[in-house]
């Protein structure tokens, strides 16, 4: 039996493998300690890319394809019932600057995980050089590079120490053995590693162990430095525990996920977080967006998403209410992701004990149980982010003490601050809570987690009508009480009642001109929940003044969040584009911004069409009024 080959150039070709290859997988689980699954293999399989150098490529004389550590984990994992597609892509000579170039190809290859093996070029000293090829600075940073540019799409990295060189390797350019150079390159990838939680294989431990323990390494390699058939089963061996875990978790829950002959009950236990959209009255949660993403990552499987989450809680108030709000919908798949409260009222080790206690419980009625670290938070000096860290530590380690998937939500997000700042707070509704692109995100990483499969949510959008009780009312005929930004606040009674005449309107003037944005802000506060309205309009001017970019989106964020309900949908909230009312520049360059910042809110937003050259009443009346008329029919 041989796989597809896949229409590649010859450095990323998938491995080929054989009988003879999985006669000797065989023996690799024997030896690695890896136990077969029982659960018959969904046809879809996991997609592993192996990056590295000319010792991931793996061929050479006396080394063949089949030969190679990539060939032998896929032919492995697939005795072991894990289906798994690896695709080598290891290239000779190459440094961690050199893959970071050629990243883009691999990441169109659409991996699940990748591995990642460098060091033995990037610390070796060339004949009449005094330095290594690449800094061991540059090393480190450009290690956090692939391993940040891999998490925040999703794609689980897997680090790995390059093996030890034999004892009578030649020296270098400055006549050191190359072990000096690599054993400091070695320790850089393991920080790397330590710090971004991030799974280690370290082969160059597992090769000195070996030594130690009397095996001559050059048996193990073809020069010196290259493994040979034997170094490269031992590489495999080392591996497959690191690649094991988690595709037996996604394939077990996916596979039962199948069986059910029911809508599968999902419960999602957590605070605030999961419990309410915090600020846009509870319309939509990440709870709601996982049904669609396992719905998605599972075709033919019925979700039934249960948010059993509220505000405010711990652990502790979690355990006091398990029964009732999530073992009693007896469900096949319970996710828990409680800490943002913990850590201002729960010690860490109560925090790990009543985690263990939950996915007992949860275990003891037959439920698959998914923990996930909380997303992280703009610091403040109750919550700082530093504290935060050793809470999602505890996560994981009871995620391992208890084999059981843990859904990394901090780290994810963590990866997209490293790499663009702007891009992660805009997935932030404010300090603690995400807004709904955070929520989307935070689902697709439950789904990964849960089936092993990677969805895309990005065509969720927002619910509809925009306006259900604005419409309600009108359809009704009763009173409708509008709170509206100029120049909106004139217009809004005639645009309502042309489509309902004689339908009572009393709007309120919320006046803006010459005010900054954080005045506005401000203000929201002050007028929306108190006077609890049915239709909130926000216009917010184009010379509306903010200090920075970060002024502006964090005083932008909290307008919308003072304009809805604080708990469930009580008022509609329209968000109105400024191009609406002044059509002419955007001296500020925050149009795009703007759309961004509404999309990502779960709002609807009146826009100016493109090309339109309408007044602002008319762009209203229209957009309201294509609201109105499914509701007429």
């Not at 005929?477 to 217009?491: E, T, Y």
């Amino acid at each position: 039996m041989t796989p597809t080959v896949r229409n590649v150039p010859r450095s990323v070709r998938p491995v080929r493998w054989n009988r003879a290859t999985v006669i000797v997988a065989v023996g690799l689980l024997a030896t690695s300690g890896t136990v077969s699954g029982d659960d018959r293999p969904l046809s879809r399989t996991t997609h592993i890319v192996t990056l590295g150098d000319s010792i991931t490529k793996g061929e050479r004389s006396g080394v063949t394809a089949e030969q190679t550590f990539a060939s032998l984990i896929e032919s492995s994992l697939l005795v072991a019932g894990r289906p798994a597609r690896v695709t080598n892509v290891g290239i000779g000579g190459e440094r961690t600057d050199q893959a970071l170039a050629r990243l883009g190809k691999v990441l169109a290859l659409k991996p699940d995980v990748v591995t990642i093996m460098y060091g033995t070029n990037d610390s070796y000293v060339d004949q009449g050089q005094t330095a290594s090829r690449l800094s061991l600075g540059r090393y480190r940073d450009n290690l956090v590079r692939l391993v940040t540019e891999l998490l925040r799409r999703d794609i689980r990295p897997v680090l790995m120490t390059e093996p030890r060189w034999a004892d009578d390797a030649k020296p270098n350019g400055v006549g050191e053995h190359p072990n000096v150079r690599l054993e400091k390159y070695v320790e850089a990838c393991r920080e790397v590693a330590a710090l971004w939680r991030v799974a280690l294989v370290d082969h160059f431990a597992r090769w000195t162990r070996a030594r130690t323990d009397g095996v001559t390494l050059r048996d193990w390699t073809t020069d010196g430095c290259h493994p040979n058939p034997g170094g490269h089963r031992v590489l495999a061996a080392t591996m497959l525990p690191a690649l094991e875990i988690p595709l037996g978790h996604s394939t077990r829950i996916r596979e039962r996920m199948l069986r059910v002959d029911r809508p599968v009950r999902v419960v999602c236990f957590g605070d605030s977080v999961t419990g309410v959209y915090y600020h846009t009255g509870s319309r939509r949660a990440y709870t709601a967006m996982l049904g669609l993403a396992l719905e998605a990552a599972v075709p033919g499987t019925r979700v039934r998403a249960i948010n059993a989450g509220i505000s405010g809680h711990t652990t502790a108030d979690g355990l006091s209410r398990i029964d009732k709000d999530v073992l009693a919908h007896k469900p096949d798949i319970v996710t828990v992701m409680f800490g943002l409260n913990d850590m201002v009222r729960v010690s860490p080790a109560d925090y790990r004990k009543n985690l263990i206690t939950i996915v007992g419980r949860c275990r003891k009625i037959g439920a698959e149980v998914v923990l996930a670290t909380p997303n992280n938070v703009i610091d403040t000096p109750r919550r700082p982010t530093d504290r935060l860290v050793e809470y999602c530590d505890v996560v994981r380690s009871v995620g391992r003490d208890l084999d059981v998937p843990v859904c990394d939500c901090f780290r994810g997000y963590d990866a997209i601050r490293h790499h663009d700042r702007k891009d992660w707070r805009l997935l932030m509704s404010d300090q603690i809570h995400p807004n709904m692109d955070g929520h989307r995100r935070i689902a697709r990483q439950l789904a990964r987690a849960i089936t092993g499969r990677r969805v895309r949510l990005e065509h969720v959008h927002p619910t509809e009508p925009a306006i259900p009780r604005t419409l309600s009312l009108l359809k009704a005929g009763r009173p409708i009480r509008v709170l509206a930004m100029p120049p909106f606040d004139a217009s809004i009674a005639r645009v309502l009642q042309k489509l309902k005449p004689g339908v009572q309107v009393e709007v309120t003037r919320w006046p803006v001109s010459g005010q900054s944005l954080k005045t506005i802000e401000r203000e929201a506060a002050k007028r929306v929940r108190s006077m609890k309205p049915d239709l909130v309009l926000v216009a917010v001017p184009r010379n509306a003044e903010a200090a920075s970019r970060e002024e502006f989106i964090n005083a932008f964020s909290w307008i919308m969040n003072h304009s809805l309900s604080f708990s469930y949908q009580q008022w509609d909230c329209v968000m109105i584009h400024p191009s609406v009312v002044d059509p002419d520049g955007d001296k500020a360059g925050r149009d795009k911004l703007v759309r961004r910042l509404v999309r990502a809110q779960d709002l609807h937003l009146v826009d100016r069409p493109v090309g339109s050259r309408d007044d602002s009443v008319k762009i209203l009346e229209h957009w309201i009024g294509r609201q109105w008329m499914p509701e007429s029919r």
